[in-house]
C-alpha cells in the first residue's frame, strides 16, 4: 500500500505546489491524476516515485520512507516511474544492455530470464537482443514498462505515458495496463487523457494545489458537474450514457465503460421493451 500523509511540496522561490495532501492507494489499483496544467500533478509523481522528497508530511511505499536515503536502494525496487517522452528512458543502443542497466545497478540476479519475461508481458517477445532503433514511441514505451517490470517492482508511476504515441501505441499500452492490473500491479496514471481517465479505479481530481474531489469509477455520471467545473473533459462514452440515462435506461453503478458493455446495456434495454 502507499499511504501519503499531510503532504505539501514546494520548489525553490515559488509558492506551494501541492499543499496537505492525504491518499492511500491499495495494491492492485488503478488510481488516474487528472486536473488543468499547473495543479502539480508532475510533482506529484515525481514525489510518490521518490525522485522528489516531500519538505512537510511523507509518503510510505509499502512503509519504506521516501525521505529515507538508507532505503533508496529498496525504493527503487518497489516503485518505478515513466515518463512522458520514451527516448528520454532508453540509453544504451540495444534493449539488452538498456534493461540490464538498472537490474545491475540494483544487484539483481538472473537478468537474462527476468528481462525476457518482462518483455513478453508488454507484448515485445523476441527483442532481447535488438536495437531500439527504428523503434516505434509506443514500443519504446513498452520496452520502458518491461524495465519496471524486471525489477521486480509493483508500484509503476506513469506521468501522461501515451502524449506522443498514436492511437494504435495508446491503445496496446492500455490493454497492458489493463492485463498487470489482473497480476496484481498498482498503477498512479497522471493523465490529460479523457480516454485515459476511465482506466481508473478512482479518478483524483487536483485543483489549486490540494485534492478538490475524489470519484470512484462507477460514480463518474453522478459527478459532471465537478468535472465540469475543472474544466476536464469526459470521454465521449459518458456523453453516450448520459443519453441514456435521460432516456431513462437504467445506468447506475456502471463500472465497465467499454463499447461492448454500452452496446450490452443498450441491447438489453431494447430487449425489455
Given at each position: ?62 512503509n519504506i520512507n521516501t525521505k529515507n536515503k538508507k532505503t533508496k536502494k ?119 487523457n479523457s480516454e485515459e481517465l476511465l482506466l481508473g479505479d478512482r479518478i ?19 459527478n459532471i458537474q465537478v468535472f465540469n467545473e475543472c474544466e476536464i473533459k ?40
Amino acid at each position: 500500500m502507499i499511504r501519503i500523509n499531510n503532504l505539501s511540496y514546494k520548489y525553490k522561490f515559488s509558492d506551494d505546489i501541492l499543499e496537505n495532501i492525504n491518499l492511500e492507494i491499495s495494491d492492485g489499483e488503478i488510481i488516474t491524476i487528472v486536473g488543468k496544467n499547473g495543479t502539480g500533478k508532475s510533482t506529484l509523481a515525481k514525489l510518490i516515485s521518490g525522485i522528489l522528497v516531500p519538505k512537510k508530511g511523507e509518503i510510505l511505499i509499502d512503509n519504506i520512507n521516501t525521505k529515507n536515503k538508507k532505503t533508496k536502494k529498496e525504493l527503487r525496487k518497489q516503485i518505478g516511474i515513466l515518463f512522458q517522452n520514451p527516448e528520454n528512458q532508453i540509453i544504451f543502443p540495444t534493449i539488452k544492455d538498456d534493461l540490464e542497466f538498472a537490474l545491475k545497478n540494483l544487484e539483481i540476479d538472473d537478468r537474462e530470464n527476468k528481462i525476457k519475461e518482462a518483455l513478453n508481458m508488454v507484448d515485445m517477445n523476441g527483442f532481447y537482443e535488438k536495437e531500439s532503433y527504428g523503434l516505434s514511441l509506443g514500443q519504446k514505451q513498452r520496452i520502458n514498462i518491461a524495465g519496471i517490470l524486471a525489477i521486480g517492482t509493483k508500484y509503476i508511476v506513469m506521468d501522461e505515458p501515451t502524449t506522443m504515441i498514436d492511437t494504435l501505441g495508446k491503445e496496446k499500452i492500455h490493454k497492458i495496463i489493463r492485463e498487470l492490473k489482473k497480476k496484481g500491479y498498482t498503477f498512479i496514471i497522471i493523465t490529460n487523457n479523457s480516454e485515459e481517465l476511465l482506466l481508473g479505479d478512482r479518478i483524483i481530481i487536483l485543483e489549486e494545489k490540494k485534492i478538490k474531489k475524489i470519484i470512484n469509477k462507477k460514480d463518474i455520471i453522478n459527478n459532471i458537474q465537478v468535472f465540469n467545473e475543472c474544466e476536464i473533459k469526459l470521454p465521449y462514452i459518458i456523453d453516450i450514457l448520459l443519453e441514456l440515462k435521460n432516456m431513462r435506461i437504467n445506468i447506475n453503478n456502471i463500472e465497465d465503460y467499454s463499447k461492448e458493455n454500452l452496446i450490452k446495456i443498450i441491447k438489453e434495454n431494447i430487449d425489455k421493451k
